[in-house]
């Protein structure tokens, strides 16, 4: 079990999942942020910062979202880690 980054994190990189997570499991994608699901304690103190309400636990991703699933545990191999909040990205939308 761990958590996911979906997609409302997209073009929005608020980072306040970044500060509370107790194991660093954060990596920094151009776009949006993936949480290593092998290093996730499954401790859910992310999912309740996020204010557009991105991350899930791996068994609640909306059907719609699930390929985030893959791409979180793909992408972190190749992100940088993040361990501190920075100014979020301007949404376009
Ligand atoms: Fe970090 Fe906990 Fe979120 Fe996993 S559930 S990414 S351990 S804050
Ligand atoms: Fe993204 Fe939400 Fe974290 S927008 S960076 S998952 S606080």
Request: net charge negative; hydrophobic share 35%; proline share 8%.
């Amino acid at each position: 079990m761990a958590f996911v980054v979906t997609e409302p994190c997209k073009g929005c990189k608020y980072t306040d999942c970044v500060v509370v997570c107790p194991m660093e499991c954060f990596y920094e994608g151009g776009d949006m942020l993936y949480i290593d699901p092998v290093e996730c304690i499954d401790c859910g103190a992310c999912e309740l910062e996020c204010p557009v309400n991105a991350i899930y636990r791996d068994s609640d991703v909306p059907e719609k979202w699930q390929a985030y699933i893959a791409l979180n545990a793909e992408r972190v191999k190749t992100s940088p880690l993040i361990k501190e909040k920075k100014e979020p990205l301007a949404r376009s939308m």
